[in-house]
């Protein structure tokens, strides 16, 4: 009986850690792209430019931890209307966290199956 309720305490927990690192992409990334420029396409843009997915993720790190123009994938037309994004307040973890779940979302090497 205990080893079934330990169990079911280490699964639930486990939910509760991944609802908490969705919360970070969703709180912080998806809020603000949704309407004014998509994911989606900006992951399209950084993929062309960073092929590799060490190489993505430390370069969408990088500029979220200090954005400039001239390493944004934007547009400059779009940087000319929006400007460059502000400074990240996510520490690294969290910043690590939701980088990893906005590669997995849009990971081409799943649609290629």
């Not at 997915?53 to 209307?81: C, G, H, N, R, Y």
């Amino acid at each position: 009986m205990y080893k079934k309720l330990l169990l079911v305490i280490v699964l639930m927990s486990g939910l509760v850690a991944e609802k908490t690192k969705r919360d970070i992409y969703e709180d912080n990334c998806r809020a603000c792209h949704t309407n004014v420029f998509p994911l989606e396409k900006l992951y399209m843009l950084y993929l062309k430019r960073y092929s590799g997915e060490q190489t993505f993720k430390a370069s969408l790190k990088a500029f979220l931890k200090k954005p400039l123009e001239e390493t944004s994938v934007m547009t400059d037309k779009w940087i000319k209307d929006f400007s460059v994004k502000g400074r990240t307040q996510l520490t690294d973890k969290e910043l690590d966290e939701a980088i990893d779940i906005y590669w997995n979302l849009y990971d081409v090497r799943k649609k290629l199956k």
